[in-house]
């Protein structure tokens, strides 16, 4: 592939814009990496070079989405859960519930939770505490986001955070 970060970024976008395309009309588990490179205009080896799996190039694209969603919004907290961040955490996955659904439709929630520990998670730290509070955090808002999606997004984004201020742990 060569190029720069930016070539490389918007390439594996192509790749998992492509996957999400293929998804809405056809099982994710009958999806080849072919047909994939394909519907990107990619060859395969850029698939290879950069993923080992669809569930990876979905985690991206979930990512990559977040990092824009923060970006337009100027917003100081990203990379960790927070009581100041928690309604647009929640106006997020709000907002891109329909690709939420598709994902949960072909089975592959783990990319959703993968995704989470991307931004949530960075490198291990020195500090032993904040390690585990990351991936409590991490894992809890993955339990929170599941049910919502679950049930259909049935409360609004303001109901979840009342709902997960109700069940913090203190």
Request: charged share 30%; hydrophobic share 40%; with cysteine.
């Amino acid at each position: 592939m060569g190029g720069n970060a930016r070539t490389t970024d918007f390439l594996k976008e192509c790749l998992s814009d492509a996957l999400i395309r293929l998804m809405r009309t056809k099982s994710a588990d009958q999806i080849t990496v072919t047909e994939i490179a394909s519907t990107a205009s990619v060859g395969r080896t850029t698939y290879f070079r950069n993923f080992k799996s669809k569930n990876e190039l979905l985690s991206f694209k979930l990512v990559k989405l977040w990092e824009r969603w923060t970006d337009a919004r100027d917003m100081e907290v990203r990379n960790e859960f927070a009581v100041a961040n928690a309604l647009n955490f929640f106006r997020f996955n709000y907002d891109i519930r329909e690709l939420l659904k598709l994902i949960y439709q072909h089975g592959r929630q783990n990319t959703v939770y993968d995704a989470f520990l991307t931004v949530l998670y960075p490198k291990h730290s020195a500090d032993p505490a904040m390690c585990y509070k990351r991936k409590f955090y991490a894992y809890a808002l993955f339990g929170l986001l599941d049910e919502w999606i679950l049930r259909d997004f049935r409360e609004t984004p303001e109901e979840m955070v009342n709902i997960s201020e109700a069940i913090r742990i203190n």
